[in-house]
């Protein structure tokens, strides 16, 4: 399929599952494929070029080892950040939540006429999308480690 053309929603539901995790996913990968990280650079432009199955990058030793070592790097620096950061933290997040909601209603009156009221009801939290950091209302969740 290395044809020029990116894949689309449809071809990574094999390892999606649905249609709302495979958008999720092709989002990730589109921001992977600009961030600093080369390695997970490389591993996004081959699964969206084609030239890379997504279930070839996801089970390859060393993609694998760049998404952990990211999401190591971003569990650290939440858990070292101070309430304040959290709050700001949260904030930022709950914008990018509903900026990310408004392009996913657009996307799904794009691609089926809009099925937001059967959307909304299949998904828990705010009426845009699951419960961010901004609406725990203060509360810190501990980790798998323990409150802190």
Request: glycine share 12%; charged share 35%.
């Amino acid at each position: 399929m290395a044809d020029g053309r990116e894949v689309d929603q449809g071809e990574l539901l094999g390892v999606a599952k649905d249609e709302e995790r495979a958008r999720s996913l092709l989002r990730a990968l589109r921001t992977l494929s600009t961030g600093p990280d080369p390695k997970l650079r490389e591993m996004a432009n081959g699964v969206l070029r084609g030239n890379l199955s997504a279930e070839q990058a996801f089970t390859d030793p060393e993609y694998t080892a760049a998404l952990f070592s990211g999401a190591d790097k971003v569990r650290r620096a939440g858990e070292s950040r101070s309430d304040a950061e959290a709050r700001e933290a949260g904030a930022r997040f709950g914008e990018w939540q509903r900026a990310r909601d408004a392009e996913q209603e657009r996307e799904e009156k794009d691609s089926d006429g809009g099925s937001q009221d059967r959307q909304s009801a299949e998904r828990p939290g705010a009426p845009g999308g699951l419960r961010g950091p901004d609406q725990l209302h203060g509360i810190r969740p501990g980790n798998r480690f323990g409150h802190r």
